[in-house]
Every structure is written in C-alpha cells, then in structure tokens.
C-alpha cells in the first residue's frame, strides 16, 4: 500500500514547509541550508527556523565542521518515537483535565445557572463527600447543616469516616437531624438536635449550604453519593425539611 507522507507527517504536528523540508533532506541524508533553499524554493532564513526547530524535534541533528554547518537527517524511526511522545502527552493532559473537571463543571454550572451533579460509587468518592461538608460548612456564618438520617445507611457513613463526628464538634459545626427509623448514634447527639420518624428510608440525605448530597447503597452493597450543588435546590429543601422539623 502507498502512503500519502505528507499526510501521515501532519498528524504529528509538522507544518507545510517543515515537512518540505524533511522530504528534501531525506534522501539527501545531510545537507546544508543553502541547499535545502533551493531544493525547496524557501527562503533561507526561515529554512535555518525549520531546521533548527526539527533539530529540537529529534527529526534532524546540527553539525558543525568549522565554519561550515550542515543538517543530517534522523532515521524515519524518529515518527514512531514522536507518535508515542505525543501519545504521551496527550494521556498526560486527559488526566489534568479530568482532575479539574469538577472546577470546569461548577464554573459552567455557574455561568448557565445550571446545578452542578458529581456522583461517587465508592467508598473514597462517599468520604469526599463527608469531607466537603465539612469544608463548606466551616466556612459558613452559621456553622450547622441538616440531615435524614436513614437507619439502614448509618453504619455505612461510620465506616467510611470514623472520625468524622470528632471532626464536626472540633469545628464547632451544629446539626439538626430528622432520624429516619429508629437508632441512632448517641455520641453524634453532640451539637445536635435530633427528632425521629418511625419508617426508614434508603438513601441519607444531607443538606448544607448551598449544596445537597445523598448517598444509599447499590445492589451489591457498594455505598454510592450523588452530590448537588445549586443554592435554589439547597434552599428549597432546607425549607422543607424545617416545615417538617416543627410539626414533629
């Protein structure tokens, strides 16, 4: 099968005059600037740029013997090499982004009054949940959040973050709790007010500043979260937990 070369070479980032100038010194094996200029109707100073730049490259190497100076090209290998590399590169910049994506989706959400959704299907992913609140709620005037607490989700969010009650009373953080089912952690009655419900719920749901979370557990016992962030959400959910709160 017969190659288009100069196709193949631009997939690689190389430029009209750069690849003209690699397919004059290819069969050359080496050469100097004045005739790769007339072999490739370019001018000399930029075919000294190009060179200089597919020398950076790795495509050709600069040599100097006194003052004469001449190019030799690298083996076509170097494509495959620059493949790979940029390959690489590529790879490098899919993980960048997708560690900052969360940052990118909530300034979008920002900009199109759109709520910004994350979900988490593992217990880490629960836990960084469990970690925002108390980053957010921290930095709020009114340091309290509000939850429903589901009976059949509890011993779960324990597991994930033993310390995480430890964490909100050193923070000074309040909660307001309606317990879903009976039971109930008594150490977390600290710096919470709590009130019961009797039938129990399959998901936890907690509500706190801007945001809302709520995690329950998958078929196969995996604990998985779904976190909100819209302050219209937030706010009509904290109104109607506390119309529920006072009737109870």
Known sequence: MVYNINSLLKTIDLSDKEIATYMALLPLGHATVRILA???????????????????????????RGTKHRFIVASPDRIISALEERERKIFEQQLKIKGALPQLMSL?????????VEYYDSDEGVKSILEDILATVGNLDEKEYLVYSSKS?????????????????????KTKVIALGEGGDPINLQMAQRKWLPDDAPAYILIYGPKMALISVAQDNTPFG???????????QQILFNNLWSKI
């Not at 979008?108 to 910004?116: D, S």
């Not at 989700?153 to 953080?173: C, V, W």
């Not at 779904?226 to 009509?236: G, Y």
């Open 38 to 64: 007339a072999r490739t109707g370019i001018n000399r100073g930029t075919v000294h740029d190009i060179l200089e730049g597919l020398a950076k490259k790795g495509f050709v190497v600069s040599e100097a």
């Open 108 to 116: 979008y959400a920002k900009q199109g009054g759109r709520p910004h």
């Open 153 to 173: 989700i509890r011993g779960y969010l324990y597991k994930l973050f033993p310390n995480f009650t430890k964490e909100k009373i050193k923070r000074k953080i």
């Open 226 to 236: 779904v976190l909100i962030r819209d302050e219209k959400i937030a706010l009509t």
